[in-house]
């Protein structure tokens, strides 16, 4: 009885220790601040013809709205006891929102480099798929959200979980992206145009954060256990979809088969891509190396 005991009151400790570490650790990176380079201003333009820019971007492939919400008032993308809640800010100049407290320069920083005003380390928001955009989309995306009609709604705080520390310590789950930036990386001034595999692979890096850097799908690191796995999108998975076929499933959700892809494909924004971009992302998908499936 007592070398039981003992046993189970070492373990206990262990437990203890362990959860300490980790809440520890990770609650120290998450206070670490980070800076970014001194860059030349961007020239904002507010004509309609950015702003329709901005808004075709921040609601087609570069998704902000999934997160913040379509008006951009703030949405609760993950609520979730092992993984926690994860909250897209209220970007507006509404009540609740952040917006008045953001220059342009900081709208970039959180943008492409993943932190706040203040030099905070922005978590889950994925700055590292944005940190390739362009100048003149950057300043698109900027001129849309000034444009924006205020939106009343104060979000919840932000909790990160116990899962999603530990799937972030064991380096499977991307807690602040800005760690995984480039940061001194240049940037381009304006984004590839036309059906060219330039255009498509800029449009793919809004694919990997689900589909896996090599596109080949797989469990999406850090999701709740009730997502779908993301499919295989290299030619190994997807090689024998005509570009009719491919059309069809992002502007429709339905498979060559006919059988209908999970919601959790943001097939729905993808729809409302241009014919270029879409031909332009399905001649750039053709290209990547063909990799079996959960390779990520
Ligand atoms: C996958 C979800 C997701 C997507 C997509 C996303 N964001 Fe975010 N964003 C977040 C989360 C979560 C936060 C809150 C970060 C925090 O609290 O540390 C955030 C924070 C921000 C902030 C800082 C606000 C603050 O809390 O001070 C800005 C600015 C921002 N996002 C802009 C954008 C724009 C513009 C886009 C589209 C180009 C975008 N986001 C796409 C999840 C997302
Ligand atoms: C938020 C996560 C997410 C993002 C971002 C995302 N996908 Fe998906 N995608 C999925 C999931 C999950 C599935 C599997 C759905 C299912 O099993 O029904 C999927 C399935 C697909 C399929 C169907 C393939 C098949 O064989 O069933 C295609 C094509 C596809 N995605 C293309 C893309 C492209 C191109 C992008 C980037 C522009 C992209 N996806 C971005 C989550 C995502």
């Given at each position: 009885m007592r070398v039981l005991r003992w046993i189970l009151g070492a373990l206990v400790a262990l437990?203890?220790?362990?959860?300490?570490?980790?809440?520890?650790?990770?609650e120290w990176q998450m206070r670490q601040r980070g800076d970014v380079p001194a860059r030349t201003p961007l020239a904002i333009v507010r004509d309609s013809a950015t702003i329709a820019r901005g808004a075709h971007l921040t609601s087609t492939y570069a998704g902000c709205v999934d997160c913040h919400g379509a008006d951009f008032g703030g949405r609760i993308v993950i609520d979730n006891p092992a993984v926690g809640r994860l909250v897209g800010t209220n970007l507006t100049t509404g009540a609740g929102g952040v917006l008045a407290q953001y220059s342009d320069e900081a709208l970039d920083a959180a943008l492409?480099?993943?932190?706040?005003?203040?030099g905070r380390k922005l978590r889950f928001m994925p700055a590292h798929e944005f940190s390739g955009l362009a100048d003149a989309d950057v300043a698109a995306i900027i001129a849309y959200l000034r444009s924006l009609p205020p939106v009343d709604r104060t979000m919840p705080a932000t909790r990160i979980g116990p899962l999603a520390r530990?799937?972030?310590?064991?380096?499977?789950?991307?807690?602040?992206?800005?760690?995984?930036?480039?940061?001194?990386?240049?940037?381009?001034?304006?984004?590839?145009?036309?059906?060219?595999?330039?255009?498509?692979?800029?449009?793919?890096?809004?694919?990997?954060?689900?589909?896996?850097?090599?596109?080949?799908?797989?469990?999406?690191?850090?999701?709740?256990?009730?997502?779908?796995?993301?499919?295989?999108?290299?030619?190994?998975?997807?090689?024998?979809?005509?570009?009719?076929?491919?059309?069809?499933?992002?502007?429709?959700?339905?498979?060559?088969?006919?059988?209908?892809?999970?919601?959790?494909?943001?097939?729905?924004?993808?729809?409302?891509m241009t014919d270029d971009e879409l031909r332009a992302l399905y001649g750039y998908l053709r290209t990547v190396g063909a990799r079996q499936y959960g390779m990520r």
């Open positions: 437990v203890l220790l362990v959860v300490t570490t980790v809440y520890g650790v990770t492409r480099h993943g932190v706040g005003p203040d530990v799937l972030h310590l064991a380096d499977q789950f991307i807690l602040l992206p800005y760690d995984r930036i480039d940061h001194s990386k240049q940037s381009l001034a304006a984004a590839p145009v036309g059906v060219n595999t330039a255009h498509g692979a800029y449009i793919a890096n809004a694919c990997v954060g689900c589909h896996g850097p090599q596109l080949s799908g797989g469990p999406i690191p850090g999701a709740p256990p009730e997502w779908k796995p993301a499919a295989n999108i290299t030619p190994a998975g997807i090689g024998r979809w005509s570009e009719d076929d491919f059309m069809r499933a992002m502007r429709t959700g339905v498979r060559p088969g006919g059988t209908t892809i999970d919601a959790l494909m943001p097939w729905r924004l993808y729809k409302d």
